[in-house]
């Protein structure tokens, strides 16, 4: 997947998880298209910056799945269930 946004000189892999983390952290409580905006106001990034970086992690599965049981995007159910 392309970025949709030019290389940022401090986006080393720590600065791009500490905004990951406190996205998620904040996202519990409001939401998250709010989160990703207020954590892309105070780093000095794109909101579009902040969400892509968000999207990929949570897309890495944390352990394998057996073929057929995908989770869901949105709700991390078994897609067999959904």
Not at 43 to 71: C, N, Q, Y
């Amino acid at each position: 997947m392309p970025s949709r946004t030019l290389p940022i000189a401090s986006s080393t892999a720590t600065f791009v998880g500490e905004a990951v983390a406190a996205t998620l952290d904040r996202a519990v409580e409001h939401g998250l298209p709010p989160a990703i905006t207020e954590v892309a106001r105070e780093r000095g990034v794109s909101p579009a910056t902040i969400d892509e970086w968000v999207a990929r992690a949570r897309a890495v599965p944390a352990a394998p799945v057996p073929p057929g049981l995908l989770a869901c995007h949105t709700c991390d159910r078994p897609m067999i269930l959904v």
